[in-house]
Every structure is written in C-alpha cells, then in structure tokens.
C-alpha cells in the first residue's frame, strides 16, 4: 500500500474517532457531563493515557472551574492557569500546540495532586463564544506520539466543534 493511501486510512480513523465523540457531546445534559465525556471518549478513543483540563482562572470561569471540582472523573484533572500564562503558550492564535522537547514549561498545566509521566503533549484551547476558557491537554509517554511537525486540522476541527457545544450548554444555563 502507498504511503497516501496509509496516512487515508489513519485520516478516516481519526476522523470517525472525532464524530463519534461529537454524538456523544451533543447528549451531554451540562457542562460535567460534557467534560466527562470529553475526557473519557479521548482516552477511549484514541487510547490517550493521559487527558486533563486546564482553564484560565478568572471571575467569569469559576461557576466552569466550581461544577468540574464537584465531578469524581474531573476534581483531581483540572488545573488552574493565569491568563498571562495561557498568552505564553498561546501567543497568536488558537491553534493545538504539539510537543515532545522542553516539555517542562508545560508542568505547570498538570493537576496539583496528579502528574503524569509524559514524554509528548497535544494542547488543545477551548472557548465559550469569543472567550477563551482553557486547555484541553493530551500527554503521552511515548516521545513519539504528539510532534511538532503534526497535522492538527482534525483536532482544531473538533476543538471548534467542543467549543460550540460548549457555549450552548453554558447559555442555557447548564452549568452543573
């Protein structure tokens, strides 16, 4: 088999994971049952081993941070970061950040009370409407799996998807 005929079949694969997940987020009744999935569809999925939020502490993202520390799947995956430091890793724009070298700026976007032995990272922002709420982080131990030469079409695709139905739920008032 051609090598463009491999890299279509992983293409196709990626693309169905993500559209699997995306029916699933559409049932999510808020925003823990949306993280929840989020999280648990991500490592089921594409067998990422280790998945955790990130949101930018602020005023308007405590009612977001208050309802994911209430849930049993999210209270030790969520950590906080200032807005300064989220304009570090994101200086320009929005698009998923990939690494496998000098991983240790990102430590500081691990959960107090969890670290994980990663060796790659894929950083993916999220917003709500035109604000941006944080970081939803894949990490790996395999130095391999997230490198910086990667396509993200599919998960700045899916990112933009998350984010939509993330504003919905939060209009509505779905918050818990």
Do not use: C
């Not at 970061?81 to 000098?102: A, G, H, Q, T």
């Not at 709500?128 to 990490?139: D, F, L, T």
């Amino acid at each position: 088999m051609s090598n463009q005929g491999h890299i279509r079949r992983v293409n196709t694969k990626i693309a169905a994971g993500f559209e699997m997940i995306e029916e699933k987020l559409k049932r999510a009744g808020n925003l823990v049952e949306l993280f929840e999935t989020l999280v648990e569809e991500v490592e089921s999925q594409f067998q990422v081993p280790f998945v955790w939020l990130t949101l930018v502490n602020n005023e308007k993202s405590a009612p977001v941070i208050e309802a994911l520390q209430s849930s049993e799947l999210l209270k030790e995956r969520v950590s906080l970061i200032s807005p300064v430091f989220f304009r570090e890793i994101f200086p320009s724009d929005l698009k998923p950040v990939l690494s496998n070298s000098n991983l240790k700026k990102y430590f500081r976007l691990f959960p107090a009370d969890r670290k994980y032995f990663v060796r790659s990272i894929a950083l993916v922002p999220f917003k709500i409407s035109e604000e941006i709420w944080g970081i939803w982080n894949n990490g790996d131990a395999s130095p391999d799996r997230y490198l910086p030469d990667m396509e993200t079409t599919f998960l700045q695709r899916f990112a933009q998807s998350f984010s939509e139905s993330l504003a919905q739920l939060f209009q509505s008032g779905k918050i818990k």
